[in-house]
């Protein structure tokens, strides 16, 4: 149903243009309070994140709340505390909370004390699967569930993605500096590296208007074919949580307001109203929705080889390989430059070092010269990292 | 043009020959050259047994040329002495009086030899033109000519007499809607109704009536009004001015008329206005007119004085149209070649017209050539459209018929590979037949149909369609009272259904369905009363929205919300009282009934409470038929114009307007898939009252009008939404409502030139529009119960559209508009959740977006004027937006990769060519 949509406002960026706009600098007269996070009521720990809001001008967009007490309160007075454990993150291990109770969030700041209401317990059913579909320009990535006790109905889904990155060429030595060495290509590998990233949409389904309460195809994330993702090995953890209706409207209205907005058939902005109230100040606005209940979760692993052949990502064609050799004369010259102290040991007066990628010696001599490139065509760890993550396989 | 009249003339010369064969009276045969009148007399008198009598020394100066076959005598006497001071008589024994200045009379004064009461005894050979002999009454074609009207009488009776009549297109027998009749003498003044119909009560005596009509050459009638009668006046089209701005057809109306803040304008001036795509559009026009913003180029919707679109109420031919707009508002729903004019009521709606709050826009569609079949066709960018129309039965019998298409299917495959799938597509049909049953009685019957598809990526399809039908019956009771007794069926309906997920199959539907009936009199009391009363009613059927399954996988669970029914009606009476000459009152008032109707279920509230989900007592369920509630409100109507000087008058006016029927819709712009919604015992009618003054002032022989309206309006029961509300398939809309109060006020300020090479209009705006939604029973307040800027809240406006003929072939037409910029809502903090940056908003409409401006330019090129040619052409080139700036179209900040951007959307953001071409034939 908002697809239309989605195509005049193609169409009207076909006939006009969307630019880039900054309205005059609007500046907020106070910060409101972000409380983000769910309370798990498994075994699994409970992240609450505080922050302000911050001018939309101002260059820092994280402005985390640090000293809060924040605790977790029972319908019958139970109380469970958590803990800061970086600056803005509060957690709690295992609550293991009874289903049956209603739970609220308590928070003090320095100056003021905010309070949630009551939110019953809600359990995400388990994920029937992750599923991909292969289309002509990308992969569709879905996922599926279902309550047989027809009770769930609105849900709530995130994910983190990983990845393995390669880079343009494989190394196999390194320089400490002062001269080029052997890498070790157990410990210090740099080709392979595996990198990660977590949603930043919101995504939402109901299967309120169905007649049973079942999930089916619920579109997580689209991948281009050209994306760098798919080049050789995927994985994604999609988590899935149960809300109530009010937390739906909730996170829905968050959506409309902050993803999509822009074509005039959209409805206007309006305000965000959370389930967190200050006590003292009740007309203050706070911004979030404290929910209550256990995350379903379920990984899936897509190698590029169940791939169509266009998940190839072409080579960066700004990746050029030099070769730098320890003598070399340049012509209408009789002095030897040392290139390799040039341009690759950086103690030695490289100041934009490469990294050595392979040795260039005769038959039974040492190198005469190495090849090299820029660390960004070498060195994965700079967008990743080169240790396996234990879930992988 | 000379050739028309010489058409013109052998017709009459046809009638009196029919006449004159019935009794059996010679026909002669002559031809003159430059004849002298001895020669004139000698050559008639050796072909005709009449003798002639005539005083040389008068006839010095005259010379007859005229050609003549097989005609009586007192034919050639009338080709010959028509339009000139000279007179004929015949008596019966062949003697023929030939005079100067005056005419021999051939009998007896009545009365002469007995004292009889022989007023009404036919005293002469001049027709009579009396209501008694309908079939006879003349086509009154040449300016010099005294008609007489009524039965002749010797002396003139004192008092007054009601003449009446219509007026025609000579050419194509069309009604001329909207000529003013104008006599100088007694400084009165009439305008024909939709049906070239008017009414005037005059002293008895000689009259000079000035005829103007739109698009019409300028003509006169002399006429001897000795009672009560009838008069055909047919008007010659104005084929030398083409292309000329021309507001009203009434050029004394901008100061004469009673009413304040109406609009017509012409299909020529409409077309003369360059557009995007280069379609004509009549819907576009009026965002030129003072008073008329919108919230956005290609918007369905517009807005009168500060009222929301919804609040117009837009007829085409008598018929709601409820989505006036094709392709999402790209294009007008109404077909250019077929309307013949647009009147817009911004401030004194007529007391006929009700239900809506802010104005009234009647479109009116031509009648079909009743003389002989022609066509057009029109070739543009992305549409094309013909029309075909003729005499059934000639000069009884017409009908109209046109039609539209788009091809807009190649501008989607211009679009990026995603969209390759996807089509558009839509139509519209016109056939109006109109029937004259006899001089007393016509029908008209219309019908409408359009029709929009769209289809993305193959997937969903969403399509719309307006449909109507209407019967109109005119029936004259005398020349003083005629009554307009119409009945109709409008439909609005659109469907989206989709496949693409196959367990979320659904296809969701909406209708709105009324059946009107109206009855609307006018009475001609005397040249002080025009006295107007009528009925109107219209029964609503509307089936606010059905989510079910599509496909046989679906798990869709169906969903429907109850179908509303309800009655509107309305009765009316209004009097149009000249006090004297230079005062006049136009008053009136509307009685509005409204029933809300079963089946229905309503839910009942907790007094004092907010409207929801838990504060609900019980529920009613209403049984079929039954009234569940009713509003009834009158409305009030009073205008009044009080004349300075000829040509300065003041003007105000105030009103009172109520609404049934609510467009459910928290975008911006009106969404196609917004959906009505009735007045229930929850959701109280709107209403709205406006109060206006204004200063109306002619110069240069009134070709130069110039206005300056200010008005002050509120509004009340408009309805907000809250946060997070969800319009489609709710079975509570109550809930998410919230009531909303508005004020609005401005002053307009309009001077138009309408005649010369160089024509068109300026117009300047202020005008400010706040809402303010303070109920304590909303449950949430919006900027915290203060007043805030509507969304079409634009307080500087202006335009100019002008157009300069070169030669009667090229024109050029300049269009220029400037506006402050809607409000919006703008972030004001920005915070990181769920994984993004995400924004806080403002106050609801505390900034707004850039200042619009726009200048579009356009080249007329008519083909050759040559009369006889089988086709004729014209072409059209432009530019739309020609500066190519960037108008803001809507700004937004949204989370692309988890970073906030704000951005600005621009639609013809760069110069837009464009070309049409036309063939009439």
């Given at each position: 149903m908002r697809n239309w949509k989605t195509s005049i406002f193609i169409l009207i960026l076909f006939t006009g243009c969307k630019k880039l706009y900054n309205p005059p600098t609007i500046t907020a007269p106070n910060s409101y309070l972000v409380v983000e996070g769910v309370v798990n009521s498994g075994s699994d720990t409970t992240i609450i994140k505080l922050s302000h809001t911050v001018n939309i001008a101002s260059n820092i967009t994280l402005n985390p709340v640090n000293g809060a007490v924040l605790t977790v309160e029972s319908d019958q007075s139970a109380v469970y505390a958590l803990s800061e454990t970086q600056i803005g993150v509060y957690k709690a291990y295992g609550l293991n909370l009874d289903k049956n109770r209603k739970y609220r969030l308590r928070i003090k700041t320095a100056n003021e004390e905010y309070l949630s209401d009551f939110v019953p317990v809600e359990n995400s059913p388990p994920i029937d699967s992750v599923n991909f579909a292969i289309r002509s320009d990308g992969l569709n990535i879905y996922s599926n569930t279902h309550d047989a006790n027809n009770n769930t109905k609105y849900y709530r889904w995130d994910y983190q993605e990983t990845w393995i990155i390669h880079s343009q060429f494989d190394s196999f030595f390194k320089s400490n500096g002062d001269t080029v060495l052997a890498r070790d290509y157990t410990t210090d590998q740099i080709y392979t590296c595996w990198t990660s990233t977590a949603s930043s949409t919101i995504i939402l389904n109901s299967s309120a208007k169905l007649a049973s309460d079942v999930i089916v195809n619920n579109p997580i994330i689209f991948i281009p074919s050209s994306s760098e993702k798919l080049s050789s090995k995927y994985s994604i953890l999609v988590k899935q949580y149960a809300l109530t209706g009010e937390a739906y409207s909730f996170w829905q209205n968050l959506k409309k307001n902050t993803e999509q907005l822009g074509s005039i058939f959209d409805a206007q902005p309006s305000q965000i109203n959370g389930n967190i109230h200050s006590t003292?100040?009740?007309s203050e606005p706070v911004i979030g929705y404290v929910s209550v209940g256990s995350v379903a979760s379920a990984r899936i692993f897509i190698a590029n080889q169940q791939l169509p052949a266009w998940a190839d990502t072409p080579n960066d064609p700004t990746c050029k390989l030099d070769t730098f050799y320890y003598a070399y004369t340049p012509k209408g010259s009789t002095i030897p430059i040392n290139q390799v102290d040039q341009h690759i040991n950086y103690n030695k007066g490289a100041t934009y070092p490469e990294i050595p990628v392979q040795a260039i010696s005769p038959?039974?001599?040492?190198?005469i010269a190495y090849t090299a490139s820029e660390p960004s065509c070498v060195d994965c760890t700079l967008r990743g990292t080169n240790k396996q993550p234990s879930f992988w396989k | 043009m000379r050739k028309t009249y010489l058409i013109s003339l052998c017709f009459l010369f046809f009638l009196q020959t029919a006449l004159a064969q019935q009794k059996n009276i010679k026909l002669i045969s002559c031809n003159f050259q430059q004849a002298t009148i001895a020669q004139f007399a000698a050559d008639l008198e050796s072909k005709s047994s009449a003798h002639f009598y005539y005083d040389p020394t008068q006839f010095d100066s005259l010379r007859v040329t005229l050609q003549i076959t097989e005609q009586p005598l007192e034919s050639i006497l009338y080709a010959a002495f028509k339009n000139t001071n000279y007179h004929y008589a015949i008596t019966s024994s062949q003697q023929v009086f030939i005079t100067k200045g005056r005419q021999i009379k051939t009998d007896l004064a009545p009365g002469f030899i007995t004292i009889a009461t022989a007023s009404n005894t036919q005293t002469s050979a001049v027709a009579d033109y009396t209501d008694d002999k309908d079939k006879n009454v003349p086509d009154a074609t040449t300016e010099n000519k005294l008609y007489e009207i009524g039965t002749r009488t010797n002396t003139i009776k004192p008092g007054n007499a009601t003449l009446s009549g219509y007026v025609r297109?000579?050419?194509?027998?069309?009604a001329v809607v909207g000529a003013s009749i104008y006599v100088a003498n007694t400084k009165t003044g009439v305008a024909t109704d939709q049906f070239g119909y008017f009414t005037i009560t005059l002293p008895r005596g000689r009259h000079t009536l000035n005829v103007r009509g739109l698009g019409m050459r300028d003509t006169r009638r002399q006429t001897v009004l000795y009672n009560d009668g009838k008069l055909i006046i047919e008007m010659q089209e104005q084929v030398n001015s083409l292309k000329e701005v021309k507001i009203s057809a009434d050029k004394v109306a901008n100061v004469r008329s009673v009413e304040l803040g109406v609009t017509r304008l012409d299909i020529k001036n409409i077309k003369q206005i360059p557009t995007a795509f280069g379609e004509t559009d009549v819907l576009k026009v009026i965002l030129t007119l003072p008073g008329v913003t919108s919230v956005g180029e290609a918007t369905t919707g517009f807005n009168v004085r500060g009222g929301s679109a919804d609040e117009n109420l837009i007829l085409l031919n008598g018929a709601t149209i409820y989505n006036p707009a094709h392709f999402f508002g790209f294009f007008a729903a109404f077909n250019p070649d077929i309307v013949k004019d647009i009147e817009l009521y911004k401030s004194s709606i007529p007391e006929k017209f009700g239900g809506r709050l802010s104005s009234v826009l009647e479109v009116t569609n031509r009648e079909g050539n009743k003389k002989i079949f022609t066509g057009s066709a029109g070739i543009g960018l992305l549409t094309s459209r013909i029309n075909v129309e003729g005499p059934i039965i000639k000069d009884k019998t017409s009908f109209i018929f046109g039609a539209r298409t788009t091809y807009s299917n190649w501008l989607l495959n211009l679009l990026p590979d995603a969209y390759k799938h996807s089509s558009a597509s839509f139509y519209d049909v016109n056939l109006d037949i109109s029937h004259q049953i006899n001089d007393k009685n016509n029908i008209y019957l219309s019908s409408y149909i359009s029709n929009d598809k769209f289809k993305l990526n193959s997937d969903t399809t969403y399509s719309y369609s307006n449909k109507s039908v209407s019967l109109k019956w005119k029936h004259n009771y005398s020349t003083k009272l005629f009554s307009l007794i119409s009945g109709g069926f409008d439909r609005y309906q659109y469907d989206i259904n989709s496949t693409a997920n196959p367990v979320n199959g659904y296809d969701l539907a909406f209708n709105i369905n009324q059946s009107n009936f109206k009855a609307d009199f006018t009475y001609y009391l005397n040249n002080k009363h025009t006295i107007d009363f009528g009925l109107n009613s219209i029964l609503y059927n509307i089936n606010p929205g059905t989510f079910e399954p599509l496909g046989a996988q679906s798990l869709v669970l169906p969903q429907v919300v109850a179908p509303e029914q309800a009655l509107e009606s309305a009765l009316y009476l209004g009097d149009k009282y000249d006090v004297s000459t230079n005062f006049s009152i136009s008053a009136g008032v509307r009685f509005n009934i409204y029933n809300y109707l079963g089946p229905q279920t309503v839910d009942n509230y907790a007094p004092n409470l907010p409207r929801e989900p838990g504060n609900v007592l019980d529920s009613t369920a209403f049984s079929k038929g039954h009234i569940i509630n009713t509003y009834a409100a009158p409305d009030i109507r009073l205008s009044a114009r009080y004349l300075l000087n000829d040509n300065l008058s003041v003007k105000a006016g105030y009103n009172t307007l109520h609404q049934y029927i609510h467009l459910l819709s928290n975008s911006t712009s009106i969404s196609p898939t917004d959906v009505y919604k009735l007045s229930d015992p929850n959701i109280k009618p709107e209403s709205g009252d406006q109060v206006s003054l204004g200063l109306f002032q002619n110069a240069k022989q009134n070709t130069i009008e110039m206005s300056v309206e200010v008005y002050y309006k509120r509004l009340r029961n408009y309805l907000d939404y809250k946060?997070?509300?969800?319009?489609?398939?709710?079975?509570?809309i109550e809930q998410d409502v919230i009531n909303t109060k508005g004020k609005a006020y401005g002053a307009e300020f309009l001077l138009k030139k309408t005649a010369g090479k160089l024509n068109g209009w300026i117009s300047y705006t202020y005008s400010r529009t706040f809402l303010k939604q303070d109920d304590p029973n909303a449950g949430e307040l919006i900027n915290e119960g203060n007043w805030y800027p509507a969304n079409y809240d634009k307080p500087h406006s202006f335009n100019f559209t002008g157009n300069y003929r070169f030669t009667h072939r090229y024109s050029v037409s300049l269009d220029v508009a400037y506006s402050t910029g809607r409000p919006i809502t703008l972030p004001i903090a920005k915070y990181e959740y769920a994984g993004s940056e995400r924004v806080f908003y403002s106050d609801r409409n505390a900034y707004r977006i850039p200042d619009y401006f726009r200048s579009d330019f356009s080249i007329n090129i008519e083909g050759n004027h040559r009369v006889h040619q089988k086709t004729h052409n014209s072409w059209t080139v432009g530019v739309y937006n020609l500066t190519g700036r960037q108008n803001a179209y809507s700004t937004f900040f949204t989370e692309q990769s988890g970073v906030i951007s704000g951005y600005k959307l621009s639609i013809f953001a760069s110069p837009i060519p464009f070309i049409n071409y036309n063939i009439r034939f």
């Open positions: 003292t100040n009740p038959p039974g001599s040492p190198p | 297109d000579i050419k194509s027998g069309e946060s997070g509300a969800v319009l489609l398939l709710n079975q509570h």
